[in-house]
């Protein structure tokens, strides 16, 4: 990820930048792994891309962005259950994320 230019929430904070940055790589990543490159990539540039106003709307966003990435794992998960209780639970697990996302 290049960071030249980089610039969330109308400010150039680094503090917040990196922050920010540091928990999008957090949401990116699944059991102590890396973070997905192409995962952070997008939730970057779909935070960036909104254009938030401020620190509070940029750090709406990153939320909205890491659970859209959530819901997205979770429907792939439950497409590739394979027995009953994985689907009863890869179900449970895609409903309460995608509630949460439009709430």
């Not at 940055?21 to 990539?41: P, V």
């Not at 970057?44 to 620190?55: C, E, F, N, Y």
């Amino acid at each position: 990820m290049h960071l030249v230019g980089f610039r969330i929430g109308g400010t150039t904070d680094r503090d917040f930048m990196y922050g920010t940055l540091r928990q999008l790589a957090n949401a990116a990543s699944s059991q102590g792994q890396q973070a997905d490159e192409t995962d952070l990539n997008f939730m970057v540039s779909a935070v960036v891309g909104l254009k938030p106003r401020d620190q509070f709307e940029a750090m709406l966003l990153a939320q909205n962005t890491a659970v859209h990435v959530a819901i997205m794992r979770s429907a792939n998960y439950l497409a590739n259950t394979e027995n009953i209780y994985q689907q009863d639970s890869g179900e449970r697990v895609l409903n309460k994320l995608a509630r949460t996302f439009l709430t």
